[in-house]
């Protein structure tokens, strides 16, 4: 049994977004990840392999560390990818030493060429119950992150501090004298009222506050996620980039040499360097000199 090998580069137009990328695996495999990083334990890539193609590596299989934060056990998660990769002769190499730091570039440019392979190999062909297959374990670290902050609310503590400060005003009117308690009683309904309100009000205006806040918070950080995704395609690009224009460089400094320019196919080659496209213009080198002017300056 061999799988369909895929050829991903940062130039693929295609790519998905961070967010269609953790949709996808968190219905796939009913798991909860939250962010691309958390990719980096490998146990999402290993439970899709089982579903693509069941029993490859046998038992192996089961040495997979499903809800793990210890980097030794990512590690392992990869090298069971790396067994069912070697099984089926995919000929990916896994970058497991960037992958288990758990960085966003890594971690996404990893992810999109598995969609594609995934895309190529699965066939839907059996039921196959993710949730089943790794025991009912949680996948992904939005479960425990999600019962972390449910069980870390703190609104239920402040609460009880207004009846406790409210109850010493009643306690403070019995030893005043009758004018005070007087002045008392109609203080009592604006302060019982305004402190009432007013701490309403704050938890009001604190609630529209921390809304917002929250709001802009996540728009901050998916802005975030667009400004690192389009980071990490202008890197693969210049990469890419300065990868051809070497070769062109080198192919150039060949057909300059000597014992190279007689040959029939060299002045070919160079035109074909030389070319330009319809609009394109080089440089002048009175622009050339100005700049660099400026750059002395």
Known sequence: MAAVNVYHTSVTTDNLSRNDILQWINTA??????????????????????????????????????NTKLEHEYINNFKVLQEYFKALTVDKIVPVEKLVKGKFQDNFEFVQWFKKFFDANYTAAHDYDPVAARDGQPLGSGGKASAATSGIRAPPAPRPAPPTRAAPAPTRAPPATKPMQQHQQKISPSVHRPVGSSGHHVDSHHGSHSHDNLRLQQEIESLQDIIQQHGAQIAGLEKERDFYYQKLRDVEVICQEPECESLPHTQKILEILYATEEGFHLPDDNNHDDNEQVQDI
């Open 29 to 66: 495999l009913e798991a909860n990840f939250i962010k691309v990083e958390d990719l980096c334990s490998g146990s999402a890539y290993c439970q899709f392999m089982e579903m693509m193609f069941p029993g490859a590596i046998g038992s192996r299989s089961k040495r997979v560390k499903w």
